[in-house]
């Protein structure tokens, strides 16, 4: 089965903008698939198509062989996205146990989760926060503990790293990694840097300037997504490839 299979899909805006045209993509069962492309090339709206958070124009949107409508009421995927979007009312804690709750999952095993989410994430002493007393890294932190409370078989990341430090940065990756490893979970992911969609990825799918459309998708084979694949002549060739069709 695929993960998500998008079909001729294009997106006018109500003010006439439009942002994708005739979008052909389909991400297979555990593949890790990043999105990279020029500012306002499209790639927010690519995720909140799939995520169902709007409809497209034309075309069609399938999530695990369901329409993306289907698959979002039965919670098939997680979500971080570029603003970490948490409940201000909430605590840290409480943001993390919100999936859990809407799945009806009890207090025990919602708060155990919670806490092992947000120790992933290096967050273990701010549960009991609110998100306005944390920094911006930390907020998205607690986006990404909250999108992988449920290990939903999918996971849209719009530039969830974006506002981290390179130390964390990496860490994060590799953890992402290894859950992706682990569960067999599909990742579809935004970003801007062509060194993280090639280590991250398995493909990177390479987005023209708006109206956006898919130009290129370039399969990485990395020997291994550690510092030493890193330091591959693969590595370095991707990154070049990449940087090649980002140019056009
Ligand atoms: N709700 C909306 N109404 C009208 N236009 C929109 C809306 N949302 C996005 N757009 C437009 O659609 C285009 C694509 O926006 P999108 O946010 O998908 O870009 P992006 O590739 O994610 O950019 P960035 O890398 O800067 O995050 C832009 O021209 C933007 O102005
Ligand atoms: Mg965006």
């Excluded at 993960?3 to 069962?29: C, H, N, P, R």
């Excluded at 995520?51 to 034309?58: E, F, M, Q, S, V």
């Excluded at 979007?85 to 993390?96: D, K, Q």
Aim: proline share 5%; hydrophobic share 40%.
């Amino acid at each position: 089965m695929t993960a998500v299979e998008i079909a001729q899909v294009s997106k006018t805006f109500a003010d006439g903008t439009q942002a994708l045209s005739e979008v052909d993509l389909t991400v297979g069962d555990g593949e890790f698939v990043s999105l990279i492309g020029p500012s306002g090339c499209g790639k927010s709206t690519l995720l909140r198509l799939i995520a169902d958070l709007i409809p497209p124009t034309t075309g069609t949107v399938t999530v695990a062989g369901k329409p993306a409508g289907q698959a979002r009421r039965e919670q098939a995927y997680g979500l971080a996205f570029q603003q970490a979007g948490l409940f201000e009312w909430r605590t840290v804690r409480r943001n993390v146990e919100l999936p859990l709750e809407l799945r009806g999952a009890g207090k025990a095993e919602r708060q155990a989760r919670a806490e092992e989410m947000l120790a992933l994430v290096g967050l273990a002493e701010f549960g009991g926060h609110y998100p306005g007393q944390l920094s911006g890294g930390m907020q998205q932190r607690v986006a990404i503990a909250r999108a992988l409370a449920v290990q939903p078989p999918l996971l849209l990341m719009d530039e969830p790293f974006g506002a981290l430090d390179e130390m964390t940065r990496e860490r994060l990756q590799a953890e992402l990694l290894s859950i992706c490893a682990t569960t067999g979970t599909s990742t579809v992911f935004v970003t801007h840097s062509i060194s993280e969609a090639v280590f991250l990825s398995d493909r990177v799918v390479v987005m023209s300037a708006r109206p956006g459309r898919i130009t290129a998708s370039i399969e990485v084979d990395l020997p291994s997504r550690d510092d030493a694949g890193r330091q591959s002549p693969v590595y370095f060739d991707k990154v070049t490839e990449v940087r090649k069709a980002l140019r056009g």
